[in-house]
């Protein structure tokens, strides 16, 4: 059964993850003499090789890889003018950096953010930078390790979309929209806070 959530259902995905293969051990990361559990801002994501290395199906919707997909831009344009093409990007990516060598961010179907962590917050404040800010319009999916708990903020982030973990329930992941019927805040899904919805 699938475990991805898109417009208050649970579909089928009909996008392939291209993910770049694993060459050789992962570097522990430190910071301040603690081992750092997720990434940092910045830190590079994929070597060139494991980019070189990377295999894009040959057909069909394909998720790529921020990294991987400008290293194949030319040769994606094709398959980007039919729809064929979505970006995956992580959390420590610097949306801004991102941005500055996409030259139309709508030109894609789907934007996925992935968090490797469900403590990493970073997903919130990309989801709201990429809809407010920068203006996209399309799907913008959460991947990664994505939890129940986290998909009503997911929402008001501007995520219409989620992958939830494997291990866990869509179905129990899909009530979780429903927890607040009321916001107080205005955010992403609505700008409006609770005192200009509501009349008194």
């Known amino acids: 059964m699938s475990n991805l959530i898109k417009d208050n259902a649970i579909v089928s995905d009909e996008w392939a ?3 770049p293969p ?3 051990e992962e570097t522990v990361r430190k910071q301040a003499g603690k081992v750092v559990l997720f990434k ?3 830190e590079e994501t994929f070597t060139a090789e494991q980019i070189a290395a990377t295999q894009i199906p040959s057909s069909g919707k394909v998720l790529v890889p921020f990294t ?3 290293a194949n831009k030319k040769n994606l344009s094709e398959r980007m003018s039919q729809g064929e093409v979505g970006l995956l990007i992580a959390t420590h990516e610097a949306i801004e950096n991102l941005i500055s060598e996409i030259e139309d961010i709508n030109a894609f179907p789907i934007v996925a953010v992935y ?3 469900f403590a990493d917050g970073r997903i919130f404040t990309i989801g709201n930078l990429l809809r407010t800010r920068y ?3 399309n799907e913008l999916r959460a991947v990664g390790d994505v939890l ?3 998909l009503f903020f997911l929402k008001r982030s501007g995520f219409n979309s989620y992958l939830i973990r494997a291990d866990r329930s869509a179905e129990e992941a899909l009530s979780s929209l429903k927890d607040f019927s009321e916001p107080y805040q205005g955010a992403v899904d609505n700008t409006q806070p609770a005192w200009r919805r ?3």
């Open 22 to 24: 694993s060459l050789g």
């Open 17 to 19: 993850r291209v993910t």
């Open 198 to 200: 509501v009349s008194r």
């Open 40 to 42: 940092l801002t910045g």
């Open 148 to 150: 129940r708990d986290q």
């Open 115 to 117: 968090v490797e962590r």
């Open 68 to 70: 991987v997909w400008l």
């Open 135 to 137: 203006g996209f319009k």
